[in-house]
């Protein structure tokens, strides 16, 4: 089936703001006594949304994490990112180029662990909005990736059969999310080596890729190179 649409997760994919993630839940558990390093925030931790990430590393700890604790973790987290300024924050040009570029031949959505109101706050930012008729947050699923809720959810909301999908994603969670949903995938190094994603397409970057380019990386599997040369 030749892709129909266009999914993007959003973290690490669009903002670059995983370690802005990685940072507030580093703080945060270290005031209830439970380490987080980077390594093994990258390794486990960061496909899960702020619930899901909270109640993993408690249950990996062999703490509790009684319901009224939880939500005060996502409480002081939810603010502590909306505190931050948006100076704080950086995005991704070759994620911004294709989304503009694909969304005048497809639909496009984000399917994201993000809560609904950080991702409106980025697409306000860069004068996005427009581009995406769909946003899927956690906010609009009972479970987070990498449960495929969120991107059969955001293919449900484009009216387009999963197989015809094209999903974006920077995490092995959300790749299989994505895949156990029947999309084809796209894993983006952003975040952890290529090698780790387990994507249809596996590339380093999206700076210089357009829809046809991509399109024909996908639609030729002996062609896959650099979509940076494709694009040219």
């Known amino acids: 089936m030749l892709p129909q649409a266009l999914i993007f997760d959003f973290n690490g994919v ?27 925030y990258f390794e486990r931790y960061f496909v899960f949304d702020d619930a899901g990430l909270f109640r993993q590393i408690f249950a990996d700890t062999g703490r509790p994490l009684p319901e009224s604790e939880l939500r005060t973790l ?29 969304a005048a031949s ?6 994201s662990g993000a809560r609904g109101a950080e ?8 004068g996005l909005a427009t581009l995406f008729p769909v946003v899927v947050s956690i906010d609009d699923v009972r479970c987070g990736k990498p449960d495929p809720e969120s991107y059969l959810e955001a293919a449900r909301r484009l009216g387009i059969d999963p197989r015809g ?9 959300g790749v299989a999310s994505a895949r156990a949903a ?5 894993g983006v190094g952003h975040s952890v080596p290529t090698a780790r994603l387990g994507a249809d397409l596996a590339l380093e970057t999206l700076e210089g890729l357009t829809w046809r380019s991509l399109t024909a990386l996908l639609t030729a ?8 040369d494709a694009a040219r």
Do not use: N, W
């Open 106 to 111: 497809v639909p496009l959505a984000i399917a």
């Open 182 to 186: 029947g999309m084809t995938t796209v």
């Open 74 to 102: 996502c409480s002081e987290k939810e603010q502590a990112y909306a505190a931050l300024p948006d100076s704080r924050f950086r995005y991704y040009p070759g994620s911004e180029a294709l989304a503009r570029d694909a």
């Open 119 to 126: 991702i409106r706050r980025h697409l306000r930012a860069r």
């Open 221 to 228: 599997p002996g062609e896959r190179g650099d979509a940076r």
């Open 165 to 173: 999908c094209v999903a974006v994603e920077d995490s092995p969670g």
């Open 14 to 40: 669009l903002v670059d703001d995983e370690i802005v993630h990685f940072e507030l839940f580093q703080s945060l558990l270290l005031s209830r006594q439970i380490p987080l390093s980077r390594e093994r």
